[in-house]
């Protein structure tokens, strides 16, 4: 939500595939979208580039967009939307790394897009740098992957890559493990605050346990 996107288009099918990216790392297949959504009756572009975001979100990530609650106001198009689902196993998987030796590894295409983050905020910078796209077959491909790797038992934590970018999301996946660490190997060419802080969408960090790695 604190991604300001002037692409309306691309503010509705991140505000989605983020919700279900979520739902997936925690092991439930994301298969429905509900939302509060607001509008404008000027602005027709805006509102069209809005819920065209939303009818292809829904489309390409196989999800069913229903009861959507729609409100007139001033303001340029917004809204606020929950995913709900099945959930794979007995209970939710893990989002924190559950043992010593495990490989790390980040699912998706790492671009680095600092544009409403978490870093440029802190410094008063918001206003600056390309927002994170959505590539919705490639975030639809992530997904499925994720799901089938929590169902084969080939992956031992799954967290989506959010607010503060992959430094803040592997110091999440600690857990309360103050005993654990990890030895990190970057081979991307980015700016070393766009590898660190960079908050592009589709960015899973999983672990894997060694024997199943050619697997996966």
Known sequence: QYINYNDYQMKSIAAIANSTRQLVCTGIRPEVCSGFITMTEANLNEKGSFLKGIHDAGQLLNISIAHLSFELNQDLPNGEFCTAGTCLNDELFPGIFREPGLFISILGS???????????????????GHRPIVDLIMESRLQEAILAGIQGKLIQSARAVGRGGIAVSIAKSFGFHSELGARIHFSRKLKTEELFFGETQGLVLVSIKESDLLEF
């Open 110 to 128: 790492h671009r680095g897009e600092l544009g409403g983050s978490r870093y440029l905020s802190l410094l008063k910078q918001d206003n600056h």
